[in-house]
């Protein structure tokens, strides 16, 4: 069969039930595969769209995500997704077409360097150079994309070698000698791990997004004692939110009885985060009288920017349940965390999220959120744009459960939220997706709607819509004497016409005391739905740790 029917197979064979891609001249031979594979193809309007989407549908599934384009500027347009779903350890594969072998290095018509572009923001890239490589090609790349830390791939392939005629065998086993992520833990670590937890009088878990397939394990964990628990943007729903030892979200703009119980902590343990810059502030000053626990799968993120007192390498659902069966086996002194909890309560009592609510019906973007919370009853999949909406989101939606929470974090992507959410409900066509969006944000991917429109896609955009890119006018506030340099948004466009444009439906909320019943109103609406909702125009995220500085000096 030709290479590219095989590779059809292949997909199949691994478990795809849906890709995300935009055609041109190079993958043409792959397109025409399509016609007949029985593979649900989506059309996006923008190759960063379909990247984004299959992050989305990855993220809320927990499977391979896979997004295609064509050489040149449709494998260019694909970096953004890539670097983002590296940032994020997303498990995806992406599909690019390349200019026949020939035409290689002459600077052919759309001819790109798409592994050499790509390849600082990989976990692996393969470049086809023979059509019979395909089939174990494709196999190698979902096995790296999902085991380990997960991460993009990218296997580029050239049109010509898609064309070619292979004899076809399906691949059975994928065995690479020199990939072989250590999952399992050690057991020596483990149990030193157990006797530092029976021994910390000022104990907090700090759970990142490697925690998102451990939930159940984490929450055992943290129940084997009192042990208070915080987690990172990525993790947020790994431990529910509603729970009488949940801390709130911790680094810039997470709680302060988080952010000062870590700073005060003599044992962190951190499992499946990375001690990025947004959790630690200055990092001579984090956390300075804890000893440091940390798991995580990827070897190359221990002791990289906080040194480890006890590393372990491994997958959590694998330490979490012996670490917890060790600490019970110590039955370790549970009254020695009273003193703890009495301090954390009363940073709970003095300090919890709040802001000014308003006396007539304008809307604080916080309010915003509570009332999107008690609309969807907490039970629909979010995801979001970049931006002070990201952080609200944060704050005041509390999530139950893991993967009902799909943000860029690493990278921070604009334009992230609205594709995402399309992805997330493919994968979850039985659940309510939500895409909390910024005004700005939106317009990046907002050619989406379309895809949303032609695909029966019902996703539900509400856009907190306050006229400005919101987090950079606060940092300009604060940080450079009010001179807001082009941050103002204006009222434009119309987002209702534009959603009637693309086929969607378009709703406008500014009251505050008909808000709930107005959400309630566009979730119910059928097909995908624009709703803008105009907010307070200068409102600030709080609290704050301004950048560089130490969690003990959070602001507002």
């Known amino acids: ?81 890539i670097c983002d779903a590296m940032m994020d350890s997303v498990p995806l594969v992406f599909l690019t077409g390349q200019v026949q072998t020939h035409l ?52 580029d ?5 898609s064309r070619a005629d292979i004899p076809y065998e399906p691949v059975s086993d994928v065995h690479l000698p020199g990939y072989q992520p250590t999952t399992d833990g050690n057991q020596k670590q483990i149990r030193l791990a157990a006797k530092a937890l029976a021994n910390a009088r000022r104990p907090v878990i700090y759970a990142g997004g490697g925690v998102v397939d451990a939930a159940s394990e984490l929450r055992e964990l943290a129940t084997a004692d009192r042990f208070p628990v915080t987690c990172t943007l990525m993790g947020l729903g790994s431990f529910p939110a509603p729970h009488e030892q949940w801390l709130g979200m911790l680094g810039m703009h997470g709680t302060r009885t988080a952010n000062y119980a870590m700073d005060e902590a003599d044992l962190i343990v951190a499992i499946g985060a ?32 906080v040194p480890a007192h006890i590393p372990i390498v491994g997958d959590a659902r694998n ?18 965390l009273e003193e703890w909890w009495s301090r954390i309560a009363t940073w709970q009592e003095r300090h919890p999220l709040r802001y000014e609510d308003t006396d007539d019906g304008e809307i604080k973007p916080q309010y915003m959120i509570q009332a999107l919370y008690e609309a969807t009853g907490g039970a629909a999949i979010v995801t979001s744009d ?27 992507t604009m334009g992230f939220g609205l594709p995402a959410a399309m992805g997330a409900q493919v994968g979850c066509p039985d659940q309510t997706v939500v895409c909390i969006a910024g005004d700005g944000s939106v317009q990046m991917n907002m050619q989406e709607l379309a895809t949303c429109a032609q695909e029966g896609i019902p996703i539900k955009v509400f856009i907190m819509n306050n006229g400005y ?25 119309d987002f209702v016409k534009v959603a009637d444009a693309y086929g969607a439906t378009g709703m406008r909320l500014r009251d505050k005391d008909t808000l709930v019943r107005d959400m309630r109103a566009a979730l119910a609406t059928p097909g995908p739905v624009l709703v803008d909702v105009r907010v307070t125009r200068e409102e600030n995220t709080y609290p704050m740790i301004p950048a560089g500085q130490a969690a003990r000096d959070m602001v507002g």
């Open 274 to 305: 990375r001690f990025d810059d947004r959790i630690t502030g200055k990092i001579s000053e984090f956390a300075p009288r804890a000893k440091f626990i940390h798991i995580d799968i990827d070897p190359a993120e221990i002791s990289k920017n």
């Open 1 to 81: 069969m030709r290479a590219v029917d095989a590779l059809m197979e292949c997909l199949k064979a691994e478990g795809v039930d849906v890709v995300f891609g935009l055609p041109g001249g190079a993958n043409l031979p792959t397109y025409d595969a399509f016609y007949d594979a029985g593979i649900r193809h989506i059309l996006v309007r923008h190759e960063a769209g379909g990247g984004h989407a299959a992050e989305g549908y990855a993220k809320a599934t927990g499977k391979v995500g896979v997004s295609l384009g064509t050489s040149g500027p449709g494998a260019t347009n694909l970096v953004t997704p």
């Open 157 to 161: 392939i050239p049109s010509d070698l």
């Open 469 to 493: 890119l919101g987090m950079v006018r606060q940092w300009q506030e604060l940080f450079w004497d009010r001179r807001y340099s082009h941050v103002d948004m204006g009222q434009w466009p």
């Open 319 to 336: 330490i979490l349940p012996r670490l917890t069966t060790e600490y019970r086996a110590l039955s370790a002194d549970r009254s020695r």
């Open 386 to 412: 970049v931006g002070q909406h990201q952080m609200w989101a944060a704050q005041f939606y509390d999530f139950p459960m893991p993967r009902r929470w799909i943000n860029s974090g690493g990278l921070g």
């Open 104 to 155: 290689l290095g002459t600077d052919g018509f759309q001819e790109a360097d798409t592994i050499g572009i790509t390849m600082p923001i990989v976990k692996h890239s393969f470049m086809i150079r023979h059509p019979l490589e395909i089939p174990r090609t494709l196999h190698e790349a979902f096995h790296i994309a999902r085991s380990g830390r997960p991460g993009p791939v990218v296997v």
